[in-house]
C-alpha cells in the first residue's frame, strides 16, 4: 500500500510508479473493476487546512474523514450543502469515509434538489495527475469563472483523471430545524405526481422520496421553526387530494427518517444488484415497469434518482433503453458495464481526456472514460 | 490587449469562404459587406473593435454544424456570439475569423413543470426564458444584469452569476443539459432533463469554458417556482470594516439572504446624485434581501435587523411594501448608470474571500490615490464578487492605457488575498494576460490540453482566456 503524507509524496509515488494503482480514500464506496496491483490511500492526506465559517467556506485534505468535517461544521451550525450519503449500511462497508472520496464519486443525497450536488457545492480543488503533476483548479472563493472549471470535472471522476489531494467547498447555515410531511398509500405514478406538485411550489421542499414497498412518500421542510410549521402546512392543503397523511415535527424523528432515506438502509439486506438510475421524475413509473416484479425500489429527488435492487444480472440499461437517463451499477459482480456508456462522440472526448490527463494508465484503470 | 495578426492566406480566400458559407446557410445569414460586418466588431468591451472576415446566423442547429464544418475544413477561427454583451471581450474577432451569432435560434422547445425545466435555443435572452414560465409561477435563477440583452450561449459560455446566487447558484448550478456541436461539426447532447449527467462531467466544464470547446445550440435548463415574496432591508454604516463584520454575522446567524449587496461611499453618493433614492450619506451601505412568506419574511428580517443594531447602523430600513422596496433597490440598481454619469468607467469583477473585505478595499482606495482615477466599489458581499468600477476619460491621452493597469492590480490584489480574477464576467481577452497571476503554468497547460482534446486545430475563439504566449504554438499548429 502506498501511503502518501504530503501533496509531493502524491507525486513523486505517481512519476516513480511503473504499475498501475488503485486509488482509495476510506474504501466504503467500492464501485467497478479496476485492474490494479497496488493501492494508493489518501488517508495520509489528512486535515482541515481552513474553516471560515463567516464566509460559509471550507478547505480539507482529500484524506480528512467525514466523521471530522462534520464535527467541525457542527460546533459552527453548518453543513454540507449537498448531504452526502454514507454507502455503508447499503454495501456492507465499514471504514472512515473520506471528503476525497466524496468528491471522487460526487457523492450527493437527498437535498440535491435544493442545494445541488456534490460539484455544486465544490469550490475548489488540488489533484495531482497521472504524470506526477501537482495542478489546481478553482479556489476557495463562491463566484470563479477564470478558465476552464475543472474543479466539476474532478467530481465523479473516480480518481481516473488525477489524486484529489485538498477540496474546497462552500457551505451553508445548519437549518434550525426539520418537519416531515409523510403521504400514505400512494403508488409510484401518484407519488411522483404529488412529490412534483410540492417541489413546484414556492414551499421549498428541500427532500422528496417515496419508499415503494411501504407506499410512504416523504417530503422535507427546513428552516426556522415558525416557517416549518408555516410551510408544513401549506403543503397539506396543497396536496389534500393525495388523501391519507401524517406529519413528523420533532426534528429528531424528521433528521432520523431522513439519514434511512438518504443511506438506502432499506436496501441493506438485499443481495442482489444496486443500481442508482437517473432519469426525469416523471420516467420514474416507466423505468419500475420496466424492471423484474421482484425488484426493491426507492425513489429521491421527487423521482429522479431511483434506487433498485435487482436480481442479480439484471440488465437494466437494456430494460430503460427507450427511456433517456443513465444507470449505475453500484454493486453487483456480474458482466455489466459499472457506468453507462457515454454516446460515441462524447466517449472519443472522454477517452481523449484520460489520455491527456493519465497517458501512462496508471489511476485507477478499467474504471472509468 | 494584443491580438494576434491575422493569417493573410485567410483574408486572400475571403470570398471563397463566403461562397461556400451560402451553399449552406440563406443569402441573407451570410453578412460579409463590410458596412455590415461593423455590427460585430465588439462586444461591450468596447475599447477593442475588429470586424470579422465574415458573420453567420444560423437558424438551427444542424446549420451550426454545417457552418463549423466548412471552417473546419478551411482552417479558419470562428468566435461563438450570443448577444455580444460579453464585458471581457469574449465575442471580439480578429480579422480573419468567422463570428457564429445564434441570434436567430431563440425559440423555446419544451417547457414541463411537473419536472420543473424548460429547453430553449441558446439565442433566446436570459430574461425571456424566466418571461416564458413567469404566468405560471417559475422563473430561472441566474440574472445578470444584462439580462434584457444577454443570450443564453453567452451565460453558458461565461457561467454567468447575478445578484441572488448566493441562494440559486449561477449558470453551472442551473444548466442540466445542452447540444453542442463541435469544431468538427459533430452534433451531441450532453446532459438532459435528469438531474447529474452520466461519465465524466463534461456538461461542468463545457459551462465556462468562454466559447472555446464547442458551441451550444440548445440548451435544457433548471426552472425554479417563484417565492411567495421578497423584500429588502437597507443599512447604512460609518465604516467599511463594520458593514464587511455585519455581513459575516448575518451569514453566521443561519439565516440565507437571497441577496446580500454592498455599495461604499463614491457609489452612494453617484447613485444618490443620479437617482434620489434617499440613501444615507455614509461610508457603506448594505442591502439585504430575503425571500418567503409575508411572516417568515418578518421573521428572517427582524433577526438580521438584530444583528445590524449591533453594529451601530446610522440608518436601518426595513421594507414593508413593494413601493419601499423598489425604492430600497432603485440606488442599485441605477448605480453603473450614475458612475457612468460622472465618466467613463471600467467594471472588474474580481472575488475574494468574504473576510478579506475590508482590507481589499482600504488597498483599492490606497490605489486610487496612487493612480490618480477614482474608483466605486458596488457588489455582491454574500459571495465576496466585487465590481470596482474605475473612472476615467476615453478622450484624455493614456487614460485607458492608466485605468488598465490600475484594474490589473487590483485583480492581482484579488488573487493574493486568496481570491479570483473574474467570478461572473470571464476571461476573455481582458484578463487573459493576468492568467499567469493566477495559475502556474502547469494549471494553465492541462486546461490548454483538454481543448486540444475538443478542438485539435485551435479554431474555436482561439485568442481568448490564455495568454497569447502560452497558447501560441497550439495555434500556429
Not at chain 1, 263 to 284: E, L
Request: with cysteine.
Amino acid at each position: 500500500m502506498l501511503t502518501p503524507q504530503t501533496e509531493k509524496d502524491v507525486s513523486e509515488m505517481i512519476k516513480g510508479a511503473s504499475e498501475p494503482m488503485k486509488i482509495k480514500g476510506g474504501g466504503t464506496r467500492p464501485i467497478g473493476r479496476c485492474e490494479a496491483t497496488q493501492t494508493l490511500s489518501t488517508a495520509g492526506l489528512s486535515g482541515i487546512e481552513l474553516y471560515e465559517p463567516g464566509a460559509l467556506t471550507i478547505v480539507a485534505k482529500a484524506g480528512t474523514p467525514m466523521a471530522e468535517i462534520n464535527k467541525a461544521l457542527t460546533f459552527e451550525n453548518q453543513i454540507l450543502p449537498f448531504e452526502p450519503m454514507d454507502h455503508q449500511s447499503l454495501l456492507g462497508t465499514k471504514g472512515d469515509a473520506t471528503i476525497g472520496g466524496v468528491v471522487a464519486a460526487n457523492v450527493s443525497g437527498p437535498r440535491r434538489i435544493q442545494a445541488g450536488a456534490c460539484r455544486d457545492s465544490l469550490i475548489g480543488v488540488r489533484f495531482v495527475d497521472g504524470t506526477g503533476t501537482a495542478l489546481k483548479n478553482g479556489g476557495r472563493v463562491m463566484k470563479n469563472v477564470t478558465g476552464y472549471d475543472l474543479v466539476k470535472l474532478m467530481a465523479g471522476s473516480y480518481g481516473t483523471l488525477g489524486v484529489i489531494t485538498e477540496v474546497a467547498f462552500k457551505l451553508l447555515p445548519r437549518p434550525d430545524t426539520t418537519a416531515c410531511l409523510i403521504l400514505h398509500d400512494l403508488d409510484p405514478t401518484r407519488a411522483v405526481a404529488a412529490m412534483s406538485k410540492a417541489l413546484g411550489s414556492p414551499y421549498e421542499v428541500s427532500g422528496a422520496a417515496h419508499l415503494v414497498n411501504k407506499a410512504r412518500t416523504v417530503l422535507r421542510l427546513e428552516g426556522f421553526e415558525s416557517s416549518v410549521l408555516y410551510r408544513l402546512g401549506e403543503l397539506k392543503t396543497l396536496l389534500a387530494e393525495y388523501g391519507g397523511m401524517s406529519e413528523i415535527t420533532q426534528k429528531d424523528q424528521a433528521e432520523a427518517e431522513w439519514n434511512t432515506i438518504s443511506s438506502v438502509k432499506g436496501f441493506s439486506a438485499h443481495n442482489g444488484d444496486i443500481w442508482r438510475i437517473s432519469v426525469k421524475p416523471s420516467d420514474a413509473s416507466a423505468v419500475i415497469s420496466s424492471l423484474p416484479d421482484n425488484t426493491e425500489i426507492q425513489l429521491d429527488w421527487g423521482g429522479g434518482l431511483i434506487w433498485a435492487a435487482t436480481p442479480k444480472g439484471t440488465d437494466v440499461r437494456a430494460a430503460m433503453a427507450a427511456i433517456s437517463g443513465h444507470a449505475t451499477l453500484i454493486r453487483g459482480d456480474g458482466a455489466l458495464a459499472t457506468f453507462h456508456p457515454d454516446p460515441a462522440p462524447l466517449a472519443v472526448i472522454s477517452a481523449g481526456l484520460r489520455q491527456q490527463f493519465d497517458p501512462r494508465g496508471l489511476l485507477n484503470p478499467g474504471l472509468m472514460g | 490587449m494584443e491580438m494576434p495578426a491575422p493569417d493573410a492566406s485567410i483574408l486572400d480566400r475571403k470570398a471563397r469562404i463566403v461562397a461556400r458559407l451560402q451553399t449552406v446557410l440563406p443569402l441573407d445569414s451570410v453578412i460579409h459587406d463590410e458596412r455590415e460586418t461593423r455590427a460585430y466588431e465588439c462586444d461591450a468591451l468596447t475599447a477593442y473593435k475588429c470586424p470579422p472576415l465574415c458573420a453567420v446566423l444560423p437558424s438551427s442547429t444542424e446549420e451550426v454544424s454545417e457552418v463549423l464544418k466548412i471552417c473546419h475544413d478551411e482552417g479558419v477561427p470562428v468566435v461563438p456570439r450570443g448577444s455580444g454583451t460579453s464585458l471581457a471581450g469574449g465575442a471580439l474577432p480578429t480579422a480573419d475569423s468567422v463570428i457564429l451569432g445564434v441570434a436567430r435560434m431563440n425559440e423555446v422547445l419544451e417547457t414541463d413543470y411537473d419536472n420543473r425545466f424548460i429547453r430553449v435555443q441558446t439565442g433566446r435572452t436570459n430574461l425571456s426564458v424566466t418571461g416564458a414560465v413567469e404566468t405560471d409561477g417559475f422563473f430561472y435563477a441566474p440574472d445578470p444584469s444584462s439580462q434584457l440583452a444577454c443570450a443564453i450561449a453567452g451565460n453558458i459560455a461565461m457561467n454567468s452569476g447575478g445578484a441572488h446566487c448566493l441562494k440559486y447558484g449561477v449558470t453551472t448550478n442551473n444548466l442540466m443539459g445542452v447540444t453542442l456541436v463541435m469544431m468538427d461539426g459533430t452534433i451531441t447532447e450532453i446532459g438532459g432533463a435528469y438531474l447529474d449527467s452520466a461519465g465524466y462531467d463534461l456538461l461542468g466544464l463545457i459551462c465556462g469554458s468562454e466559447g472555446q470547446l464547442g458551441v451550444v445550440t440548445e440548451a435544457t435548463l433548471r426552472i425554479l417556482p417563484k417565492p411567495e415574496g421578497a423584500r429588502p432591508v437597507l443599512m447604512g454604516f460609518d465604516s467599511n470594516e463594520v458593514a464587511g463584520a455585519c455581513v459575516s454575522d448575518i451569514i453566521k446567524a443561519g439565516v440565507l439572504p437571497v441577496a446580500i449587496e454592498f455599495m461604499d461611499r463614491p457609489v452612494i453618493r453617484a447613485t444618490e446624485a443620479f437617482a434620489k433614492a434617499g440613501y444615507p450619506d455614509c461610508e457603506a451601505l448594505l442591502i439585504v434581501e430575503v425571500e418567503g412568506s409575508e411572516a417568515e419574511i418578518d421573521e428572517q428580517l427582524g433577526l438580521i435587523m438584530q444583528i445590524a443594531r449591533k453594529h451601530n447602523p446610522v440608518e436601518l430600513r426595513q421594507s414593508t411594501s413593494p413601493e419601499e422596496s423598489a425604492a430600497i433597490w432603485l440606488g442599485r440598481k441605477s448605480a453603473f448608470g450614475a458612475m457612468g454619469q460622472i465618466n467613463d468607467y471600467m467594471c472588474l469583477d474580481g472575488t475574494i474571500p468574504v473576510s478579506e473585505l475590508p482590507f481589499v478595499l482600504k488597498r483599492i482606495g490606497e490605489m486610487s490615490k496612487e493612480y490618480g482615477l477614482d474608483v466605486g466599489n458596488v457588489f455582491h458581499a454574500g459571495d465576496g464578487n466585487m465590481h470596482p468600477l474605475i473612472l476615467f476619460d476615453a478622450n484624455k491621452e493614456g487614460d485607458l492605457e492608466l485605468c488598465e493597469a490600475f484594474g490589473a492590480d487590483i485583480l492581482r490584489l484579488c488573487v493574493e488575498v486568496g481570491g479570483c480574477l473574474t467570478g461572473e464576467h470571464g476571461v476573455g481577452i481582458e484578463k487573459r494576460d493576468l492568467m499567469v497571476d493566477q495559475f502556474a503554468p502547469e494549471d494553465l497547460n492541462v486546461q490548454m490540453k483538454i481543448k486540444d482534446v475538443f478542438d485539435p486545430k485551435w479554431l474555436l475563439n482561439p485568442s481568448k482566456v490564455f495568454p497569447l504566449a502560452a497558447s501560441e504554438s497550439r495555434r500556429a499548429g
